[in-house]
């Protein structure tokens, strides 16, 4: 390398002179040529790449030590360097022999020949790599700072021991320490109880996210936590924790869930309660699955009775008190309840003032709810839930409901007192519908009734059989649309009507005339009945008939021939004007006329019905089985291919003249 515009001499001795400090200078110093041709490499610069100078010497520079998406920058300075624009503190990544890379900041320069031209550069190097690294770690680090101190959650950092080396100054609003506190306290141990990960799979991920806990405070409140780890390497500390308090989110959760269980509990207890008329069943019902849903220990219901109250039902809880008497005095706290008609919650019943507080020991009971049954803005008595052993301990959702089962409660038990009364006028009116004469002359007969369900007992099947004069024998059966009371009033009123109409006509025919009129203007204009009416001549045999829309009957002939009779009319008052007619067929001694309501043929097994054609065939097949016992063989039958699940009621009368007779002419 030369300098210009010198002597001779003084460019020599210049030239070593450079040399010298080219090569011993304490920084890297290279030389490179305008195609980047390594020209000079001094011995700091082979300590640094770990390459010796004659392994580099006019070799390409880019090649050897810089990483490609560096060349395009390191091209343009150099070219710029050469057109006479030196360069101050340029910063490239170098990689050495053994593929490390370093940071360097450059100054570099041209040099000329003796026409002052450029012949290439020398660039003077620093490495900065482990001062750039320090930098940035304490620009990290101050930035760390500043967002720990501002974001919400709590940061602390600890060594692998647990050791505190920074805690976060708003730790005080979760843990309810201050930083000082925390920090003197010693491990991490002491605030968050437990260390909540493995530091083997913290060091082998580098963070462990969304860690739920649970942590006592300062004031030994219980609260939850959503804990971060994750490895750092600031403030001293390599363990990061970051702490969110989410107690609020956690309760509210817990609350949506129980309020979810709650809601289909009191489904549950509303469908098995609904399901049954019975009041014993509507309290054991809903009372045991209200202990077990709440959690509580004990419940009870009492009832009132003018001035005292009736304890009618315990769970868990004495049952040998059932049926004690309290009165207002000793049970004050349900006669306030009664006059606030508002629930009462006790959180201790042995020092609240409300209370006998002596009962409440006597039976064991701590802590109360107690709710009123209101019906028709009567108390009619109170449901209670208790806890034994402790105080307190219904929530809010609990409490609600409890309140949303004492109004189930009320309404099954006024619907189950309603249906009780009127079972006791159905009941009465349903004897008269299927009462028969237990003998008849020169008759055999038999006859049969079953309700699908005990809350389907009172229906609108009939029959009935009753003698007219000169030897004559009225027999009906029928069936009135719907259930309950209003079906047994229109069964009533058309049994009724037709008897009396069949005192004053011969014909079936006129008589369901007459009877429908009157139905006509009495039944709700949904209702319906269908009947068939038939007047049998005991010494002639001779059936007279007519059928009002009913199932037809099977007459069974003591050959083993079967046949249904005809089917006819319109049922009852559905027309004010309609015009029935008779129809006629001869008995023998020994045939079997078999009548029925559409329950039986209506019966069925998945989707089968019985249907007619079984039923013909059935009655076919028993022609064996005299009258009097007909209805129950074919219901036995009936049953057995129900499986014993019927959903309509089922009424059957079957009718034959006494085979002892002699006369069988008309």
């Known amino acids: 390398m030369s300098v210009t515009n010198h002597k001779p001499v003084q460019n020599k001795i ?4 450079f040399c010298v400090a080219f090569d011993t200078a304490a920084v890297v110093m290279i030389g490179l040529s305008p195609n980047h041709e390594i020209l000079g490499f001094n011995q700091e610069a082979e300590h640094l790449y770990d390459m010796r100078r004659d392994e580099v010497l006019g070799k390409n520079y880019f090649q050897l030590f810089l990483p490609k998406e560096v060349w395009t920058d390191v091209a343009s300075d150099i070219k710029k360097v050469l057109a006479g624009e030196p360069t101050k503190g340029f910063e490239n990544i170098i990689r050495r022999k053994d593929g490390e ?8 320069s041209r040099f000329l020949d003796q026409q002052e031209k450029p012949q290439g550069i020398v660039a003077v190097g620093h490495d900065i790599t482990e001062q750039r690294a320090l930098k940035e770690q304490r620009r990290s680090q101050k930035l760390y700072q500043i967002t720990i101190e501002n974001i919400s959650d709590t940061v602390i950092i600890t060594d692998d021991e647990g050791v505190f080396t920074y805690v976060c100054t708003n730790i005080d609003v979760i843990f309810g320490y201050s930083a000082e506190e925390v920090l003197t306290s010693g491990k991490i141990e002491t605030i968050l109880g437990q260390t909540p990960f493995e530091l083997s799979k913290l060091r082998e991920e580098g963070e462990i996210p969304n860690i739920e806990m649970d942590i006592v405070d300062k004031s030994g409140n219980i609260r939850s936590l959503l804990v971060n780890v994750k490895n750092v390497d600031i403030f001293g500390g390599t ?31 509303d469908v098995s309660i609904s399901s049954t008329l019975d009041f014993n069943e509507i309290i054991q019902r809903a009372i045991k699955e209200s202990v077990q849903t709440i959690g509580c220990e004990s419940a009870a219901l009492i009832l009132r009775e003018e001035d005292s109250w009736l304890i009618r039902y315990m769970y868990r809880l004495g049952e040998n008190k059932v049926g004690t008497r309290l009165s207002n005095k000793n049970a004050k706290h349900l006669a306030l309840v009664a006059k606030t008609k508002e629930l009462l919650f006790v959180d201790d ?4 003032a409300r209370v006998d507080q002596e009962l409440m020991k006597s039976l064991g009971i701590r802590s109360f709810l107690a709710i009123p049954l209101i019906i028709k803005e009567k108390v009619i008595g109170v449901l209670a839930f208790h806890y034994l052993s402790s105080t307190g301990g219904f929530s809010e959702p609990e409490i609600d409901f409890a309140g949303k089962v004492a109004s189930s409660v009320s309404l099954a038990i006024e619907n189950a007192r309603l249906y009780s009364d009127q079972r006791n006028i159905a009941d009465t009116l349903q004897e008269t519908f299927l009462t028969v004469p237990k003998k008849i002359k020169e008759l055999d007969f038999g006859h049969l009734y079953h309700a699908a369900t005990e809350a389907t007992k009172v229906g609108g099947d009939f029959f009935d059989l009753f003698e007219l004069e000169k030897n004559k024998i009225c027999i009906l059966i029928g069936d009135v649309s719907g259930k309950g009371l209003e079906a047994a009033k229109m069964t009533s009123m058309i049994k009724n009507t037709i008897h009396a109409h069949s005192h004053e006509e011969n014909s079936p025919a006129e008589i369901l005339k007459k009877s429908n009129k009157s139905a006509y203007k009495t ?13 049998l001549n005991r010494k002639t045999g001779v059936l007279t008939y007519c059928n009002a829309g009913h199932p037809p009957p099977i007459v069974r002939r003591i050959s083993g021939r ?21 129809r006629k067929v001869r008995l023998k001694d020994g045939d079997v006329l078999f009548a029925h309501t559409d329950g039986l043929i209506e019966a069925r097994r998945d989707t089968k019905f019985y249907g007619e054609k079984r039923l013909r065939k059935a009655v ?8 009097p016992e007909l209805p129950q063989a074919i219901f036995d039958q009936i049953l057995e291919f129900t499986d014993g699940k019927l959903v309509d009621d089922i009424a059957i009368l079957s009718v034959s003249l006494e085979r002892k007779r002699d006369c069988n002419k008309p």
């Open 523 to 535: 039944i709700p204009p949904s209702s319906f009945i269908t009947v068939f009416l038939g007047i």
């Open 101 to 108: 890379e370093r940071l360097l900041s450059w100054n570099v």
């Open 620 to 627: 076919k097949e028993l022609a064996s089985i005299p009258a």
């Open 14 to 17: 210049a030239e070593g002179m």
């Open 239 to 269: 363990i990061l924790y970051s702490c969110r308090d989410i107690t609020e989110r956690k309760q509210a959760e817990k609350l949506i869930i129980e309020s979810k269980e709650l809601s289909e509990a009191l489904n549950r207890i």
């Open 562 to 582: 079967s046949s249904f009779l005809d089917i006819g009319n319109n049922p009852i008052g559905v027309l004010e004007e309609v015009d029935y007619s008779d």
């Open 349 to 352: 019943a042995y020092v609240d």
